[in-house]
Structure formats: structure tokens, C-alpha cells
């Protein structure tokens, strides 16, 4: 039990994620979980699906092929609503909410809507 609430019984995406994601990073260690998991977000769309948006789409395909199976394990034996997990990119993604508006989860990093700015051309001398 996590503050008087069972495990089993959550529904707080944010705290899915961190719960989840601590068990996902120590089976699948620092590295891989520091480079494809810890910079993504999760995020629900307007259909209430949950999101796990990755900054990049070489990411998607990683935790697609690589971890997305078992995320859905942990997170299924977390949330109380029995939902599941889609991983897209942030290229793929509109305006879409925090999975929480009134909370972040700690390690989860905010995305933008707004586009990324283009690199400056390099000055030639």
C-alpha cells in the first residue's frame, strides 16, 4: 500500500507512471531506461486514452519493440481502471493535456504543443 491507497487500486495516472516506471527501470536498467523512458511523458487524450509520448520517433519504435509489452503488464497491475498504455512521439501528438493538470509525476518531463524552433544556419567566415 502506497499512503492508504492499495497498489492495485490507483487511478491517478501520474502515479501509475512513477510506480511503473521505477519497477520498469530496474528491470531494464539506467541506460536504456534513462535514454527512452525517463525523457518521455504521459499524457490522455480527448478520448481519455493514455498516452507515453517519447521526444523522438527512433524512441517510439525502441520502447514499441522493447518495453511497451511489459510497461502494459506493470501498468494493468497498477490501475484500478484496467487501461492500457500507446506510445507515440511527440511529432505525432497535437495539443494534448497532462495525464494530470493538477499534478506532474517527478521525473515526467512537460511537452510543448508549440513546435520546436529551427536550428540557425551555421556562420560561414
Do not use: H
Not at 518521455?40 to 520502447?63: E, F, H, K, M
Not at 509489452?69 to 505525432?92: F, P
Request: hydrophobic content about 45%; some cysteine; charged content about 20%.
Amino acid at each position: 500500500m502506497i499512503g492508504g491507497v492499495a497498489m492495485a487500486g490507483m487511478t491517478d495516472p501520474n502515479r501509475i507512471w512513477t510506480e511503473a516506471a521505477d519497477r520498469l527501470k530496474a528491470e531494464i536498467g539506467d541506460g536504456p531506461f534513462s535514454s527512452y523512458i525517463a525523457p518521455s511523458a504521459v499524457r490522455v487524450d480527448s478520448q481519455g486514452n493514455l498516452i507515453l509520448v517519447t521526444p523522438t520517433a527512433y524512441a517510439r519504435d525502441w520502447v514499441r519493440k522493447n518495453a511497451l509489452r511489459r510497461m502494459n503488464e506493470l501498468w494493468l497491475g497498477l490501475d484500478g481502471l484496467s487501461r492500457r498504455l500507446e506510445v507515440r512521439c511527440r511529432a505525432e501528438m497535437g495539443s494534448v493535456p497532462p495525464a494530470s493538470a493538477s499534478r506532474e509525476a517527478p521525473r515526467l518531463s512537460s511537452i510543448s504543443s508549440a513546435p520546436a524552433a529551427a536550428p540557425s544556419a551555421p556562420a560561414f567566415a
